[in-house]
């Protein structure tokens, strides 16, 4: 009897939530870093930031100096049971930037809008050092990838900046730079697409 209202309690409790990791990569303007993981299943948060440098520091105005130390970046908080860590640097190394341009994305230069991956874990560093030794062997792209493996803290943007090109989806800078990169995700990842 007592054995049969413990398993009527654990099959009617409520569902333990669900474990999240985070993954901090930074790949020139994180509005549009930030954009792109928004729209990737299993990803169930995505801050706008800036990697490495000191707290003090970390202001639009102060990383932009370039004097910091800093790289715009996002925080992506992920669900590891929906969405792995390799296949979010796929996305990263596929749609979100361009792996090559060294201190620059665009029309962004400077070393704040670096390639660059924070990684949050032994494991995670490891994955990111052997995905980037694999896709130098496989030569998919005629210069060298430029990403760089850095360690640091992550510090949140300000407010205004945060979920900017879902806010403004016809600022011209979205429209020219970061929709083309969400058009990438939803035909190269349609499985991994979410609207």
């Known amino acids: 009897m007592i054995l049969a209202a413990m398993l009527l309690l654990s099959t009617s409790s409520a569902a333990a939530p669900a474990r999240t990791e985070t993954a901090v990569l930074a790949g020139g303007c994180f ?24 707290a003090a ?3 639009y105005d102060k990383v932009s100096s370039e004097s910091t130390g800093h790289a715009e970046a996002v925080k992506i908080t992920y669900d590891p049971a929906r969405i792995s860590y390799g296949k979010l640097l796929h996305v990263y190394f596929t749609v979100a930037h361009d792996p090559t341009q060294v201190n620059r994305q665009g029309p962004d230069t400077g070393p704040s809008y ?7 874990s032994a494991a995670q560093e490891k994955l990111a050092r052997a995905y980037i030794q694999h896709l130098e062997a496989a030569r998919i ?3 060298r990838i430029a990403t760089r493996i850095e360690h640091g803290r992550f510090y949140p943007a300000e407010a205004h900046h945060q979920d900017f090109a879902e ?13 083309p990169k969400v058009a990438a995700l939803r035909k190269k990842f349609p499985a991994l697409y979410k609207g």
């Open 114 to 120: 670096r390639s660059a991956i924070f990684p949050q």
């Open 31 to 54: 509005w549009g870093m930030e954009w792109v993981f928004e729209h990737v299943k299993g990803v169930t948060d995505v801050t706008s930031g800036y990697a490495g440098g000191s």
């Open 167 to 179: 806010k403004h989806p016809s600022y011209p800078y979205i429209v020219v730079n970061d929709r």
């Open 141 to 143: 792209w005629q210069k």
């Open 57 to 59: 520091d970390a202001t």
